[in-house]
């Protein structure tokens, strides 16, 4: 398979709430491959392989991300969170500022007073919000300074990606949730129209899913299956693999359907496509939020296993195609 697609889609800043132009970018991408996209009123991008489709396939292309909160007295930020964000795997991360009249400034996030050779306790401190802030690559030494430059509360802040594909198969990058289950869409799109396929099929790229709310609605009215792809959880206590496809059959908002579970697991061993049945903790997906708004759906949740979720994230080039395979198998069977 061609990643060239995934790299670009992870080079677009895309934030919940500031990810219209990974939007397009998708968009532009189905058009080119001969579908026919559409936009509904909340952004997200939906596709459709046949009339009246009866099953829906998601993935989410928003991202963790930031807001400016305040600008220090010295000129710095403090940001808040978009997202589960977590302080330490992003201590030292590179990021872009956003402006309202388009600017883009860079920075990096530290912990207060971050020299170790004056801050005896830098190892020893739980970094909050409170006490972390964005040095801006700016000459500015006041509140004034920042603000002249256009910067103000409420400006995204969206971190360096640190992209990266080993020759071993593995991609290194932040927002491996969920932009490599955007990347397994794209490929299904691919795969359909290259054998000249219909189904009664549609393609979800949700907008707004690291917030709770990107699943909610803007699917046809002819739904009834709607079969998530994001993130398999890679940890302990758990028995997904970045080289396998994850199917979950409980996250914490309860079980996924039973009948789509069993139906995937036997469609995944049939076909020797690599998976694992597993079980998340401290998880929700676009399928929760579905269910939440009431939804008539049954709803099932798979995806490629990813290591370090919401820090410094890696999957492999086997777990992204297991998962295209099952979706595939799924699709046509």
């Known amino acids: 398979m061609d990643y060239s697609t995934l790299k670009k889609l992870v080079a677009i800043d895309s934030p919940s709430g500031y990810s219209e132009e990974a939007s397009r970018y998708i968009f532009k991408l189905l058009k080119s491959y ?42 710095n930020l403090r940001f808040s969170k978009v997202g589960g964000i977590q302080l330490n795997g992003y ?8 402006t309202l009249d388009g600017k883009t400034y860079t920075g990096t996030l530290l912990f207060d007073n971050p020299a170790a050779h004056v801050n005896p306790d830098l190892n020893s ?3 909050t919000l409170y006490n972390m802030h964005i040095r801006l690559d700016e000459l500015v030494e006041s509140k004034k300074d920042t603000e002249k430059l256009g910067i103000q509360v409420g400006d995204f802040v969206c971190f360096e990606t640190n992209y990266e594909e080993t020759k071993s198969g593995f991609i290194k990058s932040r927002y491996m949730d969920n932009k490599a289950g955007c990347f397994v869409l794209f490929e299904i ?7 000249k396929k219909t189904a009664p099929v549609e393609i979800f ?28 959880v890679v940890g302990d206590g758990c028995t997904g693999k970045e080289t396998a496809c ?49 939804n008539d759906f049954r709803v099932g949740l798979i995806g490629p296993g990813v290591s370090a979720s919401h820090g410094v994230e890696r999957t492999h080039r086997k777990g992204i195609e297991a ?10 069977k």
Request: proline share 4%; aromatic share 8%.
């Open 34 to 75: 001969g579908w026919k996209p559409e936009r509904t009123n909340k952004g997200a991008v939906k596709c459709s392989f046949g009339k009246n489709p009866t099953l829906a396939i998601a993935a989410h292309v928003d991202t963790l991300g930031g807001v400016v909160s305040a600008i220090l007295p010295n000129g």
């Open 91 to 98: 201590e030292g991360a590179y990021c872009r500022i956003k």
């Open 125 to 127: 401190k739980t970094r």
């Open 189 to 195: 799109a691919k795969r359909m129209k290259e054998m």
């Open 205 to 232: 790229f949700s907008n707004y899913e690291e917030v709770g709310h990107g699943g909610t609605v803007g699917y046809s009215d002819s739904v009834k299956e709607l079969l998530v792809i994001d993130m398999g």
């Open 246 to 294: 994850s199917i979950c059959a409980k996250d914490s908002s309860g079980p996924y359907d039973f009948e789509m579970r069993k139906k995937l697991t036997k469609l995944a061993r049939k076909n020797k496509i690599p998976h694992e049945v597993d079980v998340y903790p401290f998880y929700g997906s676009d399928g929760s939020a579905a269910l939440r708004a009431g």
């Open 323 to 332: 998962t295209v395979d099952l979706c595939m198998e799924y699709i046509l």
